[in-house]
């Protein structure tokens, strides 16, 4: 049996949601630098390595992004990280 | 003062000199509702994205997922207030206090809110903050700062008994 398949036209938030989006953490001058990469190994499951250069990258150029991928998800990360009490941001990549 | 562990399940603070042991008590209050300055409250509430077309977004974030944070900051400063009720003055005038292990969580988050409530009530940068000399206690400036370290102090303790 043949099937037909209709294309939909793609609304602005699906075109949104299949963006990939950056979790971005940035500079905060109080959280400890421990306390950060012990963060991103919890939040992100990162190695002490990987966690460490990104609290580095955060520490030095006052910005990293630590993960990019589908909204949901980085919405997910967004509120652990502010759970965390970090100072974190979404925005989509390639921005 | 000194971080100890007690077997495996408790973890606490001795030989605590009773200035210190005084803003390790009042560590909760500095949380209480109501306490928080404007600058404190944006920063513990930050929004979610810079970007200026996700109006949707940041009107979600405040209905939905602020309330969850607000509660996870109050859950965090209960477990540390009622653990404070353990803080004991001992015969030679230190205090001293345990805590199970498993609250070392809600201590670090406590902590890391009361060092960002003052930091950004009193607009500390991290110049100030990373200074190698002892701050002056006696203005309010000096007093808060010192308040930062000394928790910071027990961030770090807790960090290098979890990790």
Redesign the interface.
Known sequence: MATQTTELPETETETALAQPWNVVVH??????M??VT?VFRRVFGYSSERAQKHMLEVHEQGRSVLWTGDREKA?LY??QL????L??????AG? | MEFFVSGKSRIGFRHIHPFLAELVRTLPALLEPGQLSDEAERRFYPVPSEEEDLHELRSDWKAFVEPELQEHFRSARDTVAADLKSLTERKDGAFEFAIPLKHAEAWLNALNQARLALGAELGFDEKLLAAPEPPDISDERGLTLFRINLYAFMQQCLIEQLE
């Open positions: 500079n905060d001058p109080v959280n400890l421990s306390y012990m919405e967004l509120q502010h759970g965390y009490l100072l974190a941001t979404i925005e989509q921005e």
